[in-house]
């Protein structure tokens, strides 16, 4: 069935009303007839089964008639914090990373960063990748859109240390730890908050890989001997996390 996502939470006979493109797209776009089904996503982890009573001028008019707790969703919640990369590659990013399971970006300015964006600017970009997060969370049946946060320079990230069980920081010149290893030396919980760093095209400076581990604990991790590209590491990070937690279909240890 068609995925759409609400603003609400609701319950078992209710109604709710689609506007807007969402409308658009269920009325003229698939063609959904009176008594059609489709799946309502509430933003909170809770997938809905919903039937098209009517289309009125603006707005189509459903009743939900099931209501159950997402199975799609990481229990694990694994943002990126991702060093702004050239042209369209943070929308790459943005939609593989959806695909797979992760919780949101959070834009990174750092030493090494080639493009520059004026605040106009950044307001544009975040809200065009929360566009494909949107895209893609509809697309690979997700429960919950990931959330696109404010662009944050790494000269102040003080804040990530309070919201974040464990800070990771992916770096080349690291040779020791691995994703593995730290799984293996910790006892993560099932629903840890884990934040990924991930440098621009230049990567980050050893003066800010310091400033990550005094600043919030990070732990600096290393994806191998072969060094990937900036739109590869998170991806490969995030694919290697979620799977350390069975969250791609594999049991748990």
Avoid at 14 to 22: A, E
Avoid at 29 to 40: F, P
Avoid at 144 to 153: E, G, Q, R, T
Avoid at 165 to 176: H, N, R, S
């Amino acid at each position: 069935m068609h995925r759409f996502f609400i603003d609400q939470s609701t319950e078992i006979g209710k109604k709710v009303f689609i506007s807007g493109n969402d409308y658009n797209h269920l009325k003229n776009s698939l063609r959904l007839d009176l008594g059609d089904r489709v799946i309502l996503s509430d933003g909170n982890g809770f997938d809905l089964e919903a039937e098209i009573i009517t289309y009125q001028t603006e707005s189509a008019e459903l009743k939900i008639l099931t209501k159950e707790k997402s199975k799609v969703e990481p229990k694990i919640k694994v943002w990126l914090a991702q060093g702004l990369p050239k042209k369209s590659k943070m929308d790459l990013i943005v939609e593989k990373a959806t695909e797979i399971g992760f919780s949101g970006l959070i834009p990174l300015e750092s030493k090494r960063t080639i493009v520059k964006y004026n605040q106009k600017k950044k307001a544009k970009k975040r809200s065009r990748w929360q566009r494909v997060a949107e895209a893609a969370a509809k697309q690979s049946g997700r429960a919950v859109i990931p959330k696109i946060k404010n662009f944050c320079n790494s000269n102040n990230i003080k804040s990530f240390k309070e919201k974040f069980d464990y800070v990771l920081v992916l770096w080349e010149d690291e040779k020791k730890t691995t994703i593995k290893s730290f799984f293996k030396e910790n006892e993560i919980a099932a629903e840890a908050k884990i934040l990924l760093i991930i440098g621009p095209e230049g990567g980050f400076s050893e003066a800010e890989v310091n400033r990550f581990e005094q600043k919030l604990e990070a732990e600096i991790i290393t994806l191998g001997p072969r060094i990937l590209r900036t739109e590869t590491a998170g991806i490969v990070a995030l694919t290697a996390i979620l799977s350390e937690k069975g969250e791609l279909g594999d049991e748990n240890d």
